[in-house]
T-cell receptor
Framework: AQSVTQPDIHITVSEGASLELRCNYS??????LFWYVQSPGQGLQLLLK??????LVQGIKGFEAEFKRSQSSFNLRKPSVHWSDAAEYFC???????????FGAGTILRVKS | DSGVTQTPKHLITATGQRVTLRCSPR?????VYWYQQSLDQGLQFLIQ???????AKGNILERFSAQQFPDLHSELNLSSLELGDSALYFC????????????FGQGTRLTVV
């Protein structure tokens, strides 16, 4: 069965500092991978996705993620965090037939000024 | 705004009652997904419909049912509600049901008292 692990429940970074959120997945074939962001009281917004090709993918709001098959990882990065990035971030992998999303538990990002 | 509309935004009801959550997908999207987000279970896939037919089923309780209508809107029916059903219920839609990005609605916050 597919699974996603986000090892960090909470992360606090200073505004302007770099960010890396970790994501490890378990999936038998080539995965479809996603990062979503959820602001308080809001829905889920897609930041970026990986289906195939270039392993470094660019997303919205200055985020990027790198797919590393050998490490079964898909970590999210941002070079300089803004206070508005404070939110909960979810990594997800597409299910067996490429339809349902399996989500990690989420990482809550706090940004301190 | 993702283009996916969910109503109502908030719902408070008593144990044992039945409620219906409604989802209007983005224009042109044929697939609708329902997810439940709770503190103890995280984000869990419930069920998917594609062009009116059930396509995939996840951890959906027998007390819950869903359908997709000819105009492609979907309803999630929750009956014999228990306190543990309190959660945020998300609807998402996509053009196809396979490996494409799902656009999420803002969710319906259900509180069972």
């Amino acid at each position: 069965a597919q699974s996603v692990t986000q090892p960090d429940i909470h992360i606090t970074v200073s505004e302007g500092a770099s960010l890396e959120l970790r994501c490890n997945y378990s999936y038998g074939a080539t995965p479809y991978l996603f990062w979503y962001v959820q602001s308080p009281g809001q829905g889920l917004q897609l930041l970026l996705k990986y289906f195939s090709g270039d392993t470094l993918v660019q997303g919205i709001k200055g985020f990027e993620a790198e797919f590393k098959r050998s490490q079964s990882s898909f970590n999210l990065r941002k070079p300089s965090v803004h206070w508005s990035d404070a939110a909960e971030y979810f990594c997800a992998v597409c299910g067996e037939y490429g339809n349902k999303l399996v989500f990690g538990a989420g990482t809550i990002l706090r940004v301190k000024s | 705004d993702s283009g996916v509309t969910q109503t109502p935004k908030h719902l408070i009801t008593a144990t044992g009652q039945r409620v219906t959550l409604r989802c209007s997908p983005r224009s042109g999207d044929l697939s609708v997904y329902w997810y439940q987000q709770s503190l103890d279970q995280g984000l869990q896939f419930l069920i998917q419909y594609y062009n009116g037919e059930e396509r995939a089923k996840g951890n959906i309780l027998e007390r819950f049912s869903a359908q997709q209508f000819p105009d492609l809107h979907s309803e999630l029916n929750l009956s014999s509600l228990e306190l543990g059903d309190s959660a945020l219920y998300f609807c998402a839609s996509s053009v196809t049901g396979y490996g494409t990005e799902a656009f999420f609605g803002q969710g319906t916050r259900l509180t069972v008292v």
